[in-house]
């Protein structure tokens, strides 16, 4: 069975840091391209970030450029996202996604980062 | 970047009527297009990419169509397990861009 399994998330201080992970099983992780997908809860989808299958192309949206980095560790099978410099806009559910707009999408559950003071 | 309007923002139908559902790119896209369904307090679950291939193990009941800058999402036989929020998002381009969401209701 496929999952992805998001953790991570949590209350940070505004300029504080996070480190998602997305643990995935029950398919050949190295194969996919994964993508980290943010939603404000009630409100619309937004595309944070994207890592091809070796991890060395990776883009970002250009409200996380220089602050977000997206990596994976193929032989622990887990996509992670550094967050820093962290702003009340980033505040959301994060959703982990295995190759969302082409063959085989497939979605976390998500986890929740809340950026307050 | 490339904006994606969809329209209309919600819609109410009977069950088993056909809804259409659509997508307008601000620039053309090819056929670099995907389809997600949400229903509350889920995650999105993919349906449709490349305009109008389905997803693995997803109902022919969903049928995509288009090129360029015009899409459309057409659901057949709407049922109540259809109720959701139903996003495009293209993938021509960076950054990758969602529309702003359809939410069908069953009447």
């Known amino acids: 069975e496929v999952q992805l399994v998001e953790s991570g998330g949590g209350l940070v201080q505004p300029g504080g840091s996070l480190r998602l992970s997305c643990a995935a099983s029950?398919?050949?992780?190295?194969?996919?391209?994964m993508h980290w997908v943010r939603q404000v809860p009630g409100k619309g989808l937004l595309w944070v970030s994207l890592i091809n299958t070796g991890g060395n192309i990776t883009r970002y949206a250009d409200s996380v450029k220089g602050r977000f980095t997206i990596s994976r560790d193929n032989a622990k099978n887990t996509l992670f996202l550094q967050m820093n410099s962290l702003r009340a806009e980033d505040t959301g559910v994060y959703y982990c996604?295995?190759?969302?707009?082409?063959?085989?999408?497939?979605w976390g559950q998500g986890t929740l980062v809340t950026v307050s003071s | 970047d490339i904006q994606m309007t969809q329209s209309p923002s919600s819609l109410s139908a009977s069950a088993g009527d056909r809804v259409t559902i659509s997508c307008r790119a601000s620039?053309?896209?090819?056929?670099?297009l995907a389809w997600f369904q949400q229903k509350p307090g889920k995650a999105p679950k993919s349906l449709i990419y490349a305009a109008s291939t389905l997803q693995s193990r997803v109902s022919s009941k969903f049928n995509g169509s288009g090129s360029g800058t015009d899409f459309t999402l057409t659901i057949s036989s709407l049922q109540p397990e259809d109720s959701a929020t139903y996003y495009c998002?293209?993938?021509?381009?960076?950054?990758?861009?969602f529309g702003g969401g359809t939410k069908v209701e069953i009447k």
């Open positions: 996604a295995r190759n969302p707009s082409g063959t085989g999408g497939y």
């Open positions: 029950g398919f050949p992780f190295t194969y996919y391209w």
């Open positions: 998002q293209q993938y021509n381009s960076y950054p990758l861009t």
């Open positions: 620039q053309a896209i090819s056929n670099n």
